[in-house]
Each structure stands twice: as structure tokens, then as C-alpha cells.
């Protein structure tokens, strides 16, 4: 698992690569924080998200709610098919309210 | 196909086990209490009853699972083991044997009356032993559902909603167990149809404390599933059952049940109601209805819910700690054996054969290679061939190697022979076992098991006298039947030996003028007298026994040797025992040969067994001519003229070679013209018709293409020593 | 991608019968005949889960499991251990050792497709 920051106009865009799991969740709870601190604009670009457990989608979570506590924007963008079904399976594209790409069937 | 494959393993498997199962059954008598050998047993037992189970083999599955429940009682030292419970677990042993056979036969679906009775027999016996142990049916994967608190009708309808309603929290802890809430959810969509779920973050602490490896998460779901029990939706998460608050409301549940259900989640009560009103578990109306309800008995039984599911779990199943210890430790014995096995690659017989027979091809088409070599004498070509046929001789060597097994597991099943005819008989007879390790080819092996069996009974039987008689004769009361392997030039030595009362020479003899097989007159030595017994039709003992005795068997005996190109004699000291010598050839396949000319055809002698080649010059030509038997520095040497022994015609050579063949202690010279050195020979055997040729034991393609004959050489060293006698006595 | 499940087990039908049953679903399946086995075979492999029978030679299963939950690369991979009915004991000290789910030996391949799928999904 990768991330790789731009800054730019407090806007921060993370993209993510790899696997989002229970694996590497430590060290991604600390860089996404540490982006959201850094900027009023954080924007995840999920693209190359290759696989996400519950450990993954649930620092999706915790990002978005530092993010609105703190008065923050935080999108999620170009959704991997891999996020977009967990995102399905838990009903939650609502909670982030991101345009996402449904799948063509539902669940 | 590829089941039908993994079956054939199966049946391999099982026939390993059981008779390593067989092998340390065998050790208990001497060492009861060995927990090595009943750890190996009981795992032979447990492996055979879970792969069968893959294979639906309900009948195995079903015996298996009574002996391992015995099994099992005997490695926690609940059961204790004593002759009885050997012979009886021997006998389950062959009953599994027996059901793993018909299997193999294909007569899988069910098993003959007679086994079928053998099996509830052996059921009945075990019972004996089972006693105490808790009969537990054969519980599926699926963990049995447990019973959930109930409640009881109070008043209020049932609701509208036909789907579940199912309500989730998981443990913190589930992720690091592996224990993925997604995967959970995923297959229960393939159970049926989520409606709605709704992920509840509420528990996720402030981002100081999240602790990214925990979960935090909760879900209310509708679930709607044809043919979906309760049962069948707890089974879904009964790998997190200590993990996670699972409630489960069926459809059509009474408003109480709601009610209840609502009290015993954690968060806000108000907002569960509108979570079910979202999932569209309850309408508004029915959620109004239960709220009132629950204000009503709020002072009642409301608070207390249903008991945590993982509560229910927790005090399952305590074992005492010796259970533990003893499967902790581990076999050496079958580690040792397994550490082996990881080596090991299984192949198909047949495919080992297909080899054989294709290097087999390739050494005639090399032969064929050097003949031309030689033919146009370009030196570069010859050398080029020779090489190559090193390396022909090399993988030859190396492919028959493969087909190569140690006899030792031939001869551990005797183990058990020894063991059941010395009790039938009453006799005490123990068996010991050397050159184990001694190699021989597979199909050689797997022919000489019956013949084996034949003079080992045969050794118990007559060979080996009642106590009394030992004591009497000052041996030991207990008899012991020898096996025992080695390597001799060319051949391997099978020896069934015995330290009974050894063969009665005049015995033999009268009996023999009896049965007519010779005449008075006859002079014979001790061998001759001996080799009667291989004759068919005779029999010595005294009593005819269950076992051997009826006169058939010593006859078979040799005639199976024979077939395999290999022969029987016996060495016996009367008062000391008898020791019966099988003398076969390591492989069957290919042999090197020694290539013999005679007028315009070809023979092939085994390289092994010759001896040394003499020229003959003019006078001893002359000498030799009406005579069989030659002065070979100082001993006679008796011959025979293959010319005249196979009535060549081709006009005799100028030149003539004895060939001196030695087989079996016993000398003999062949008459040829022509001495043509090595020549590997792919033996094919001699079709039907030439099936009873005598001193012909098959034939080879040369090179050229031509056939030569392969000599029977023990056949023909007979002969020529008969014959020789014949003439010293006359 | 496939998700690759690991089963250990010292008998070769049982392998190849869960084998096919997992090759079936769309799993890619490796195999270890014990435990030793298994990590020598694991090698740091991302496997998605490991199947593994308990009374083995060579190295035990709740051995293998407790070697394979102190690797940084197998800490959260799921385990399911194969027991018996009469091995209560087994079951408990397997979930200590870190294998939280189980399958009851005799199985069928339906059966054991099933507790794979509810942990991990094709």
C-alpha cells in the first residue's frame, strides 16, 4: 500500500494504491490525519485500490468525521470497483456523500 | 475425473495407514502403553474417517468414527489395552480394510451381507469399550444452533415485515482475528436478499483512541431468504459468535419481541426504532405501537433482553489436561515415516512402466545405432555411439532404479501372519526379519508375496514342533520363522527360514515311493530328496491343519518362483530347522546379456552368470566330440552343444567356445561358435506357443533386428549336470 | 483477482478434494502436508486464508498457527482449523493459538466451500 500526497491551495489529494487492509491500517490512520491537519480540502482518490476490508473502510470513516468535526471538506474520488463494493455492501455512498459510479446491480 | 483422482489417493492412503495402523497394533503387544504407536493408530483411524467423509463414504465414515471414539479413549488412559482390545482393533482394521477394498472395487454403495455383518459384530464388540464415552452424533460443519431465550406472548399482534431482522455488533477485536464483518455480510447477500443494511460508526471513539485495528462497527440488517432458518443465519456468524452481539428477529415477530429486541442494543432506543423503520423491518405505526408498549411495561421484564449470545459459548467443552498432553506428544514413528513422505513424489505405476518400456526401446534402437557405426567404420561415429549408449545404460539403470522397493514391507505383513497362525495353531512362534532394506523390483515384489505366505505358513505348520518336543530337543520354547534378503550376483535371495525339526529325509523318501513320484532304485541326493516336497500332490504332515497340510501349495510354490525366472531350494539340518532359499532376478525387464553365436542364430545368456569363455582348439575338439564334460583345470565340467540341444542345422563353425555359466553353486559349459560380447537385452517374453520351451526363458530384438533367444541358463545347467550324473552312473 | 486459500493437511485425497472444491469457486489453492511444510511454502506469500487440520506430523497444526500468527505478513490472516467432535480441547486451544474458525472433521467439500466463503469471498 502506497500514498502519495500533492499539495497545492490547501487542497490535499491522497491517492491510495494497493491493498486498503487490516495490514497496513496502522500506518495509513497517521498519513491520512497527518494530510487532513495540513490542508482544509482533503480529496482520496481511490482509483488503485486494489482490495479494502473493514479495517480499510473504517479509516475511510474516521476521516470523515475528524474531517467534518474540524470543519473540513473530505471527498472520495474515482472509486476502484474494489471500495465501490464495500462501499455498496455497507450502504454507506450516502454517508459520504461522493457522486460514486454504482455498480449496474445493486446488491 | 479429478474427484475420480483424488479418490485413487484416497485408496492408497488408506491402504498406507491401515497397515501402519496394523504395524504399531503389532508393537502394542509388546508395548502396551507406547504412546507413540497409539497416537499412530488412532491417527491412521482419524485420517481414513475425515478424507472418506469428502468422499461421502458414509459407510467407512460410520465404523471409522465407533473405532476412533474408542481410539480416543484409549490415549486419554480411559481405556486400557490389553490382547483383547488388540485383536479386536486388528480385526477393525481389516473390517475398514475390507470396506476401503470394495470401495476400490467399486462396489462402493453398499457393502456385501457378509461384511455388513462383520461390521455390526465388531460395532457390538466396541461397545464394550465405548462405555462412558457420550455418543455424540456426527455433527455437520455448521455449528448446532443454539437455544435462544424465548418470549412469552404478551399481548400485541405480530408485525407485518415477512423478512429477518438481524442486528450486528461486532467485538473489537474480529478484524485482528481475521474475521472479516464484509465477508460475513457478502455470504449472507448469497443466502438470500439483503433488503437494507445500515452501518452504525456510532461506536468508533475519538481518533486518539481508534484504534485502527479494531472494529467499531454495527449493522441493523432486513434480510429476506427463501428456505433460511434461524439457525441457518446464526451459522453464517458462528465463527464470530464470541465476537459479536447477534440478534435475530424472524419474520412476523410480535411487537414485544421488538420490543425486547430494541432494549437489548446499546444505543438510543428512539433512534434503533427509527433504524427498523428505515430498514423497513417495522412500519412507523407498528414502531409507535411498540414504543407505547414498552413505556406500559417498563417497570417489568423489559430491561433484561435475551442473553449475549457469546455468553452461551464460553464455558464449552473443558478436557483434561492429559488429553491434551498426549496428542501433543507426537509419533516419532510416523514423523519419522512422514518426513520421508514429503520427499517422495506418487506416480502411477503403469506411467513407471511405460518408462521402463520406452528406455527399453531405446536400448535396441542404440544397439541398432552402433551396428551401423561399426558397419561404416567412421571413428568419429563410433565414438559418438558409445557415448551415447553409456548414457543409455545410464538412464536404463536409473529408470529401473525407480521401480526399485525395499522388501522390508513385504515382509512386515508377516508380522501379522506369524502372529494369527501361531495362535491358531497354538504354537510360539515369533517372527524375525533382516535385510529389510534389501531392494528388488516392483514387479517382482508384488509376486512374491503369495509364495511367501505358502512357506511361511508351511514353516509354522510343520516346521516348527509343540513346545514339549523343543523343550525335549533343548531349544527354546518359542519358535522363531526367519525372513531374511540379500543381493547375490545378479539376483536377489529370498530366505524363509525356520529352527523347527527339519526335514526328514526318509520320510520324504517313503512318502514319495508312495505317491509314486520315484522308485526304489533310485539314488538321490539330500537336495533331490528335499525338492520332492515342491512336487505336486505331496504332503508329510501328519494331520492334515486348516493351514497348509492338503498337499497344495508347495507345488504352487515353485511353479510361482519359476515363472518369475527364479528358483527354490532348500537347506534343512534335521533337529536344527530348514531354510528355504528363493533365488530371483533383481528385474524382470531388461537383463545384460552375453550375445552367443551358433551357426546363423543368436543367444543371450545374463551377463552375471557367465563365468569365463575358453577356446576350443582342434585336439580338444577332436578330444571332446562323444563326450559331455570336459577337464576344466582339474574338476569335471559338464556341457552342453547348443547346436545339438536346439538342432541347428547352419554349417558348424570353424572355430568352437565353451562358455562357462555358473548358477545356483553349479557349473555348467555351453558349446557356441560365436562369442560376441555385451549386449543389453530388453527381455520380451515368449508368446504362447512357446510358453514350454524348455532352456528358452524369452527372447530380444538385436540391434540388427534379428531375435535371439534368451537362455534359461538354471534350466539348462540342470541338464547338463543330470546328464552328467546319468553317465558317472552308468 | 483470486484470493488464494492455503490447506494444510497431511492427507493428499483431503487436499485434493478441497482443492478442486476451492478451484471450483474461483480460489486459487496452495497446499502444505504439515505444518513445517506449509511455511516453508508460505515463503511471505499473500495467501487470504490458511485451512489446517490439527493432529499432524512433522509440526501440529496448533504449532503451525501459532509460527504463522507471530509473522508480521500472517498476523490477520484468518485460519480455520479442522477438528473433531471428540476434540473439544483441540478447538479451544487452536482459538487460543489464533485460529478462530473451525470445521468438523468428516466434511463435505460444500461444507467446507461454505466456511471459506463466509471469511473470505471468491
Known sequence: MTISIETGNGVCQARVAGEMTIYHAAGMKGELLSCLDRCTELEINLSEVSEMDTAGFQLLLLAKREAANAGKRLRLVAHSPATLEVLDLFNMAHYFGDPVMMPRHGH | MELDQALQTFLMESRELLEAMEESLLGLESAPDDPDAINAIFRAAHTIKGSGGLFGLDGIVAFTHVVENVLDRVRAGEAAVNGELIALLLSCRDHIGMLVEQVAAGSAARPDKETEATGIMLLNQLKAYQAGVQERPLVPAAAPSRPQATVLPQPGGAVESGHWHISLRFGQDVLRNGMDPLAFIRYLGNMGEITHVITLPDAMPPSPEMDPESCYLGFEIDFCGDNVDKAAIEGVFEFVRDDCTLRILPPHSRIEEYIQFIAGLPEDKIRLGELLVECGSLTRKELDEALRVQETLRAGCGQEAAPMLGDILVEQGVVPPELVDAALGKQKLAREHKVQESKLIRIQADKLDQLINLVGEMVIAGAATSLLAQRNRDPALHEATSTLSRLVEEIRDSALQLRMVQIGETFNRFNRVVRDVSKELGKDIGLAISGAETELDKSVVEKIGDPLMHLVRNSMDHGIEKAETRMKRGKPAKGTVHLNAYHESGSIVVEVGDDGGGLNREKIFAKALEKGLITASQTLSDQEVYGLIFEAGFSTAEAVTNLSGRGVGMDVVRRNIEALRGTVEIASREGAGTTVKIRLPLTLAIIDGFLMGVGSASYVVPLDLVMECIELGEAERREIRESHYINLRGTVLPFIRLRDRFRERGKAGRRENIVVVQYAGQKAGLVVDELMGEFQAVIKPLGKLFGNLKGISGSTILGSGEVALILDVPALIQRAVNQETQLLAS | ?122
Open chain 3, 1 to 122: 483477482m483470486a484470493k488464494t486459500i492455503m490447506i494444510v493437511d497431511d492427507s493428499a485425497s483431503l487436499r485434493q478434494v478441497v482443492g478442486i472444491a476451492l478451484r471450483g469457486a474461483g480460489y486459487d489453492v496452495i497446499e502444505g502436508c504439515d505444518g513445517k511444510d506449509a511455511l516453508a511454502k508460505l515463503n511471505g506469500q499473500k495467501v487470504h486464508l490458511v485451512i489446517s487440520d490439527v493432529n499432524m506430523p512433522n509440526m501440529d497444526g496448533i504449532t503451525f498457527v501459532k509460527n504463522l500468527k507471530q509473522m508480521p505478513a500472517y498476523k490477520f490472516t484468518p485460519v480455520i482449523m479442522l477438528t473433531t467432535e471428540s476434540q473439544e480441547g483441540k478447538k479451544q486451544e487452536g482459538q487460543a493459538a489464533g485460529a478462530k474458525a473451525w470445521v468438523v472433521k468428516p466434511f463435505q467439500p460444500a461444507q467446507m466451500l461454505a466456511a471459506v466463503s463466509k471469511l473470505v469471498m471468491p
